[in-house]
């Protein structure tokens, strides 16, 4: 453990430790990416960055184990992502809280667009324990989107929707920006998150 308070360079054992695995979890993330859970062996991923078994086993004891530590760091990181947006965005008001966590949502899809595909799509590879174990992170993050929703109802700013329902409507759009966007194109992350919020909204404001 660093001691410190700096992150430990590529010089130092412990800083090329790091270094070697992130390497092969950015490996794990591109390949399942392209090819897939079942199509991503980990002797691929091993020779994709020229390494052998028994270093790549140092790192992580199993496949399995791999892919939980891309799906839990994944799910961490946008949480807490998108919990920064919502307490800085300097309102109350749910429409712009809401507004605030879109944002985050979709610029994480779209920056970090391979770890959160693979997160969003892989749930089903895990064994029963880190299935529930996923799932527990992935109702904490729900949780955040479902607080300002109901606070929005509550304060007669929403209408008075089916919770589950919206957020699955909400997110299944907002994520799937990590298949199709492309840094360059047409849209900038702010239009697509303005667009995906407006959208959203439309059928969620409460006339007056």
């Not at 996923?134 to 479902?146: G, N, P, Q, T």
């Not at 759009?173 to 919020?197: E, F, P």
Request: aromatic share 6%; with cysteine; proline share 3%.
């Amino acid at each position: 453990m660093n001691t410190n308070g700096r992150t430990p360079s590529a010089s130092t054992p412990l800083g090329a430790e790091l270094d070697r695995r992130q390497t092969i979890y950015d490996a794990m993330v591109h390949l399942i990416y392209l090819k897939g859970y079942n199509g991503a062996p980990l002797r691929a991923v091993a020779e994709s960055i020229g390494i052998r078994m028994p270093s790549l086993y140092h790192h992580f004891a199993s496949k399995e184990d791999l892919l939980l530590e891309i799906m839990s760091r994944t799910m961490n990181d946008l949480t807490e992502s998108v919990s920064t947006a919502i307490n800085e965005c300097g309102s109350d008001e749910p429409e712009h809280r809401l507004r605030a966590a879109i944002l985050a949502h979709v610029a994480f899809h779209a920056e970090r667009r391979e770890e959160a595909f693979v997160a969003d799509s892989e749930l089903r590879a895990l064994d029963a324990d880190n299935r529930a174990l996923i799932a527990s992170l992935r109702d904490k993050y729900e949780e955040l989107f479902a607080q300002v929703l109901r606070d929005g109802r509550s304060k007669g700013i929403f209408i008075n929707l089916d919770e589950r329902l919206a957020l699955n409507a909400l997110l299944g759009m907002c994520s799937q920006v990590s298949v199709w966007y492309r840094s360059g194109g047409r849209l900038t992350i702010d239009d697509v998150s303005k667009g995906y919020s407006d959208l959203f909204l439309s059928g969620v404001l409460s006339p007056h």
